[in-house]
């Protein structure tokens, strides 16, 4: 599949996504990963983060143990 219109830097992104990368993408997108096109201010608090990252994992086909 090709995602031609994300970002260079989400293109560029290697590997799969751990919890601690999504903590910190969440966490402010254009701050702590510059050039990304989420146009997003983030998720500040880090309960709410983790609620959310939460959320996310109920919807995985097949979900990664939490650290
Ligand atoms: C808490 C809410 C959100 C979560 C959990 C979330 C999550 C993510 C994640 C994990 C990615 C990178 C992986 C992927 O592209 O599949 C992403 C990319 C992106 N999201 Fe969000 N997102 C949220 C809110 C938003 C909102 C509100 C917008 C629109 C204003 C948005 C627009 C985008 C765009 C445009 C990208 C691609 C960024 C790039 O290519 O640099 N997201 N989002």
Redesign the pocket.
């Known amino acids: 599949m090709k995602?031609d219109?994300?970002?260079?830097?989400?293109?560029a992104?290697d590997g799969s996504?751990t919890y601690e990368d999504?903590n910190i993408?969440?966490a402010g997108?254009s701050l702590t990963?510059p050039?990304?096109?989420?146009?997003?201010r983030?998720?500040p608090d880090e309960a709410d983060?983790l609620n959310?990252?939460a959320y996310?994992r109920t919807l995985a086909d097949s979900p990664v143990p939490l650290p």
Do not use: C, E, H, Q
């Open positions: 995602f219109r994300y970002s260079k830097t989400l293109l992104w996504w999504l993408f969440l997108p990963t050039g990304v096109n989420m146009d997003f983030g998720v983060r959310v990252i996310l």
